[in-house]
T-cell receptor, first 115, second 113 residues
Framework: KAGVTQTPRYLIKTRGQQVTLSCSPI?????VSWYQQTPGQGLQFLFE???????NKGNFPGRFSGRQFSNSRSEMNVSTLELGDSALYLC??????????????FGNGTRLTVT | DQQVKQNSPSLSVQEGRISILNCDYT??????FLWYKKYPAEGPTFLIS?????DKNEDGRFTVFLNKSAKHLSLHIVPSQPGDSAVYFC????????????FGGGTRVLVKP
């Protein structure tokens, strides 16, 4: 099976712009989660989508949003970019949500740099 | 408030010896724990997990131990191999929170040949 695919791998944006990141989960996986990794805060949960519904949300401002399509592919959007949004954004998929035998499988991430 | 902590930022071990990574948590609602390995420029790779109803889980060279009363888990890698050199993250979740994982800060492991 192909793994989790994230596009693009690298992105450079200017403060105030918006950005959309894309994630294709492993075939058959219905849950997609997004995480932000920064040197200062580590890996932090953004949100999870399961069968097109947001199941959970982390402590991020409303500028961070996401959605999931009927084929389980997901996008996340960040509006009005700030310098502090520079980070590695990781997408992860699993077959189920909150099940012990359904661990998250991560993609290689999108490196976002805001200048 | 860091709910999951890995107090050792780095660990150096000789090839063939045991690597022991530690993780402490504060949230008593966590009932599922995982370990991930991360190489540079790649996403985390799932290694092994354990639910709170167990105190030990083994998978090949990897064993995870859970001490619920101490809110402590550890990952043992035996024997350590140079390819194990990576950053290791422990993570925890509550079943009701779906796939929301709370991660520790990571431990960088270097296995010397």
């Amino acid at each position: 099976k192909a793994g989790v695919t994230q596009t693009p791998r690298y992105l450079i944006k200017t403060r105030g712009q918006q950005v959309t990141l894309s994630c294709s989960p492993i075939s058959g996986h219905r849950s997609v989660s997004w995480y932000q990794q920064t040197p200062g805060q580590g890996l932090q949960f953004l949100f999870e989508y399961f069968s097109e519904t947001q199941r959970n949300k982390g402590n991020f401002p409303g500028r961070f949003s996401g959605r999931q399509f009927s084929n389980s592919r997901s996008e996340m959007n960040v509006s009005t970019l700030e310098l502090g949004d520079s980070a590695l954004y990781l997408c992860a998929s699993s077959s189920e949500s909150g099940q012990y035998n359904s661990p998250l499988h991560f993609g290689n991430g999108t490196r976002l740099t805001v200048t | 408030d860091q709910q999951v902590k890995q107090n050792s930022p780095s660990l150096s071990v000789q090839e063939g010896r045991i690597s022991i990574l530690n993780c402490d948590y504060t949230n008593s609602m966590f009932d599922y724990f995982l370990w991930y390995k991360k190489y540079p420029a790649e996403g985390p790779t799932f290694l092994i997990s354990i639910s709170s109803i167990k105190d030990k889980n083994e998978d090949g060279r990897f064993t995870v131990f859970l001490n619920k009363s101490a809110k402590h888990l550890s990952l043992h890698i035996v024997p350590s191999q140079p390819g194990d050199s990576a950053v290791y993250f422990c993570a925890a979740s509550e079943g009701a929170a779906g796939n929301k994982l709370t991660f520790g800060g990571g431990t960088r492991v270097l296995v010397k040949p």
